[in-house]
């Protein structure tokens, strides 16, 4: 049996330019974190010829985005985003 778990830390800062309406900068930043794990487990049989080694595995991956809002550096905030938290799960 073996185990495996993993921990990342994002600092995420997004940049964007609108031009529809004149010249806006838009700017986000926030900090997303991931997780992520593995469990294996198998058992090595012997045989006059080879060994073979049936096993099982499962392994996840977790993004978390935390709610954040893009804030205006130039012009208007009649383009700006906002968006919710969110986790996204990946499992295999």
Do not use: C, H
């Not at 906002?82 to 986790?87: D, E, V």
Request: charged share 10%; hydrophobic share 40%; glycine share 8%.
């Amino acid at each position: 049996i073996t185990a495996a778990l993993a921990y990342g830390w994002q600092d995420i800062t997004t940049n964007r330019t609108v031009t529809i309406a004149g010249l806006d900068q838009l700017r986000a930043n926030f900090n997303a974190n991931a997780w992520s794990g593995r469990l294996e487990g198998g058992y090595r049989y012997a045989t006059p010829w080879m060994g073979v080694t049936p096993y099982a595995a499962g392994q996840f991956t977790t993004f978390d985005l935390p709610a954040y809002a893009e804030q205006v550096i130039t012009g208007t905030n009649a383009f700006a985003q906002a968006y919710n938290a969110k986790t996204v799960t990946a499992t295999r």
